[in-house]
């Protein structure tokens, strides 16, 4: 790796005060949370000039013990949720709450928790493991007992979470891996024996539910392909082999397929880059990016301004922000999207649930299925229509057909939440205007509707994305916008 390129387009914020052990962004990119041995530290990270973190909020534990895992809540709804754990105890924090942020702590499992993860399809399920032979899914509004757990014959040092699919999850015990279906969860749905040493890092794709990633104290990062013909697969899909150098992270790009990985902190000692690598180049990494003075503990990305970037935790007191440029994200497998042939892929990925879970049954103990895991799953139409999407809704309600045409108070009386993460949440009638929201997961779309006084008659509403309210980037709105002005122009012209 002599010959790597080296970078450092960075921003550093700086807590001399603090030695942090490990820290979490949040799903907006602008805050972190730094675990400072027996307390938490909220600071914001929105500044391009980086400088020195003042805490905007401090969280003091109950307990004497260190904190070992932090984990920001990945909804929107729930943005200040964040998660930490001491020994066996779980405790959630709301971070806006005046009085009492401790939302709840209880022990989450007998030995101390090596790992937690919040779902990424409901945001009050997080799980948790530990060395019990034991790991536990919990329900933070119902501390009582476990919503679900699963028994293995080793203690398990991680878990994760699927990031598309809600029903999987994956967990590392010593050097194998098992997936589990969370409807299932009386026995692993794969077994994978993946290297030959102690898996220090696992994560989850970001687009493809069938893709996770995992990296050793063997010093090789493996790429798993797990389908359900093969959730247990011989080899993996590619790998990368650093030499004798044992690797301590290995974090996904989430928009290609590259990776960003670093060494095990103790055992390298001067080794203080963060190396990103192609998926599909293992014989040498892009690029190296240089500016930490102490090893690298921790790695997160974050979408913030358009972008992603990669944020570093390192013993010498500093946090790094790093953007990529166009040449080396690219490298790392993203591509440059025509925003015409992107239209289609657009709608799915944002506004349709990204959340895919199969049409059997989803709950727990065969119980009514949890909000955001029971998503409909949409039928084909038996003939192509122009594109639309639910935000189309308020101005034509689908349920009740009349060939007698409704006034717009009409249509708002009428409108009816379908699918139900869309929500009409303000109606003037008498500014001919509405307002409706989307969520779904980590994504929040806010758009604003605006009716003209000839509507429905061959004039189309025009639409505005609430920039405070709406979570998807500029790309996305423009070509977003285009396939709904285009369904709703349709729409109107039936009325001519």
Same mark, same amino acid.
């Given at each position: ?113 090596? *790992? =937690?993860? +919040? !779902? ?5 399920? @997080?799980?948790? #493991?530990?060395? %019990?032979?034991?790991?536990?899914? $919990? ?61 220090? *890092? =696992?994560? +989850? !794709? ?5 893709? @996770?990633?995992? #990296?050793?104290? %063997?010093?090789?990062?493996?790429? $798993? ?272």
């Amino acid at each position: 790796m002599a010959d790597t390129v080296g970078y450092s387009d960075s921003v550093s914020f700086t807590f001399p005060d603090w030695q942090a052990l490990t820290f979490a962004v949040d799903c907006t990119g602008k805050r972190a949370v730094l675990a400072v041995q027996k307390w938490l530290a909220v600071v914001n990270i929105e500044s391009e000039q980086g400088g020195e973190c003042k805490a905007l909020r401090k969280l003091a534990k109950l307990n004497k013990y260190e904190i070992k895992a932090a984990q920001w809540c990945p909804h929107v709804k729930q943005l200040n949720y964040l998660a930490s754990t001491s020994q066996e105890k779980l405790e959630v924090w709301d971070i806006e709450a005046e009085r009492s942020p401790l939302l709840c702590s209880f022990k989450a499992q007998i030995r101390p928790v090596t *790992d =937690i993860s +919040w !779902s990424c399809a409901e945001p009050d399920l @997080l799980a948790t #493991c530990a060395v %019990d032979t034991l790991f536990n899914v $919990w329900d933070i509004r119902d501390t009582k007992r476990a919503k679900a757990s699963f028994r293995s014959t080793a203690g398990a040092s991680l878990v994760q979470w699927n990031r598309v699919n809600g029903s999987l999850l994956a967990s590392a015990h010593d050097s194998e891996l098992r997936i589990w279906d969370l409807r299932k969860p009386s026995t692993a749905l794969g077994y994978i024996t993946a290297h030959t040493s102690r898996i220090h *890092d =696992i994560d +989850w !794709s970001f687009r493809d539910e069938n893709v @996770l990633t995992s #990296c050793s104290h %063997d010093s090789t990062i493996k790429f $798993w392909e797990i389908g359900s013909e093969n959730p247990s697969p011989r080899e993996p899909v590619a790998a990368i082999k650093i030499g004798a150098q044992p690797i301590w992270r290995a974090r996904n790009y989430p928009a290609g397929n590259g990776v960003a990985m670093v060494f095990v902190p103790a055992l390298h000692a001067g080794e203080n880059r963060v190396l990103l690598w192609g998926r599909h180049n293992s014989s040498s990494p892009v690029v190296a990016l240089s500016g930490h003075t102490e090893p690298v503990l921790e790695l997160a990305w974050r979408r913030f301004r358009e972008e992603w970037q990669l944020v570093s935790l390192s013993r010498d007191h500093s946090l790094r922000v790093w953007r990529l440029n166009e040449q080396i994200a690219q490298q790392l497998g993203q591509a440059t999207v025509d925003p015409s042939a992107a239209r289609e892929e657009s709608l799915t990925s944002t506004l349709v649930p990204i959340i895919r879970v199969p049409e059997e049954e989803t709950s727990f103990n065969n119980g009514p299925p949890p909000r955001h895991l029971a998503t409909p799953t949409p039928t084909p139409s038996p003939s192509p229509p122009p594109p639309s999407v639910p935000m189309a809704s308020p101005a034509a309600p689908h349920h009740q057909y009349s060939p007698k045409l409704l006034t717009l108070m009409q249509e708002f009386t009428l409108f009816k939440s379908d699918p139900p993460n869309l929500e009409l949440e303000r109606t003037d009638a008498s500014q001919r205007s509405c307002t409706v929201k989307v969520q779904q997961g980590v994504h929040l779309v806010r758009l604003s509707i605006s009716f003209p006084s000839h509507y429905p008659y061959g004039a189309a509403p025009s639409f505005n994305f609430d920039r405070n309210g709406t979570t998807i980037d500029i790309t996305s709105q423009q070509e977003l916008n285009q396939v709904v002005a285009c369904a709703c122009m349709h729409s109107s012209s039936a009325h001519l």
